[in-house]
Nanobody, 112 residues
Framework: QVQLVESGGGLVQAGGSLRLSCEVS????????IAWYRQEDAEKQRELVA????????TYGAFVKGRFTISRDNSKNTVYLQMNSLKPEDTAVYHC?????WGRGTQVTVSS
């Protein structure tokens, strides 16, 4: 059974940083692309934040503008999202995903 567990969310002031982690189990982690999505509230669609392929090619949502970095450690089955220069509009639940499996998410709140 594939499981994804996010951690690292919290409350931070605008301009601050957070590092999210997504630990993946139940699949061949090294061969999977892993993505981070975020959802502002239950009525809005999840939007892509960043994706990292098995070969480590990365893509980012247009709103990231160089502030976030996605990386992976295949020895730990973990993907990270380093978020810098956080803004109040980055407030959301952040989920990781592989194939069609989702984690439950971790809340990020940025105060102004």
């Amino acid at each position: 059974q594939v499981q994804l567990v996010e951690s690292g969310g919290g409350l931070v002031q605008a301009g601050g940083s957070l590092r999210l982690s997504c630990e993946v189990s139940g699949t061949t982690f090294g061969s999977r692309a892993i993505a981070w999505y975020r959802q502002e509230d239950a009525e809005k669609q999840r939007e892509l934040v960043a994706n990292i392929a098995a070969v480590r090619k990365t893509t980012y949502g247009a709103f990231v503008k160089g502030r976030f970095t996605i990386s992976r450690d295949n020895s730990k089955n973990t993907v990270y999202l380093q978020m810098n220069s956080l803004k109040p509009e980055d407030t959301a639940v952040y989920h990781c995903k592989t194939v069609h499996y989702w984690g439950r998410g971790t809340q990020v709140t940025v105060s102004s």
